[in-house]
């Protein structure tokens, strides 16, 4: 069965902190997509990222940064020179090609707090 | 452009009492998505829909019923309210499957007491 864990409940940093958000997956196929969304105080829910499983390059945009290891399941989230503006909380999802790819489970999510 | 309408936005029913959500989204989406967002538990899947006509159960279905007669909107009914079902009610639509980024709307505040 599809799951995502976030160990990460909160995260407290000071502003121009690196901060790292950890995603850890489990499924049973080889063909997924990961993802990352972020909740700001406001409440709406952003899309952030999109992975295949078949593309372990590592992204980056601006300050926000993407590391994807298939051999320890883990799609993790790094924001560079933190700011206040990234306080939010921050959501790991999968989708798996044997549910043709309609279940889309997110993790429990990481409220991140950046002091200023 | 309104991308996904969720009404109500905020709602307090009675142990007991029956309400229905409505989803509408405005962008020829096939799929729709009904989640529920408790403290510590993330967005959890209730319900979705991958074309008209068409529903499917998700990791926490009991207690809601959905119908999808119209391509544009979902329906989520609490047909007997529990004080387990207060929660934030999130809808998402997306074109396909496939990962496609999921759409959301801005959510439902439901509080039974």
């Known amino acids: 069965a599809q799951k995502v864990t976030q160990a990460q409940t909160e995260i407290s940093v000071v502003e121009k902190e690196d901060v790292t958000l950890d995603c850890v997956y489990e499924?049973?196929?080889?063909?997924?997509?990961l993802f990352w969304y972020k909740q700001p105080p406001s409440g709406e829910l952003v899309f952030l990222i999109r992975?295949?499983?078949?593309?372990?390059q590592n992204e980056i945009s601006g300050r926000y940064s993407w590391n994807f290891q298939k051999s320890t399941s883990s799609f993790n989230f790094t924001i560079t020179a933190s700011q206040v503006v990234d306080s939010a909380v921050y959501f790991c999802a999968l989708s798996e090609a044997k549910t043709s790819y309609d279940k889309v489970i997110f993790g429990p999510g990481t409220s991140l707090s950046v002091i200023p | 452009n309104a991308g996904v309408t969720q009404t109500p936005k905020f709602r307090v029913l009675k142990t007991g009492q029956s309400m229905t959500l409505l989803c509408a989204q405005d962008m020829n989406h096939e799929y729709m998505y009904w989640y529920r967002q408790d403290p510590g538990m993330g967005l959890r899947l209730i319900h979705y829909?991958?074309?008209?006509?068409?529903?499917a159960k998700g990791e926490v279905p009991d207690g809601y019923n959905v119908s999808r007669l119209k391509k544009q909107n979902f329906l989520l009914g609490l047909e007997s309210a529990a004080p387990s079902q207060t929660s934030v009610y999130f809808c998402a639509s997306t074109l396909t499957a496939g990962g496609s980024p999921l759409h959301f709307g801005n959510g439902t505040r439901l509080t039974v007491t």
């Open positions: 829909s991958v074309g008209e006509g068409t529903t």
């Open positions: 992975r295949n499983s078949f593309d372990e």
């Open positions: 499924t049973r196929d080889t063909t997924y997509y």
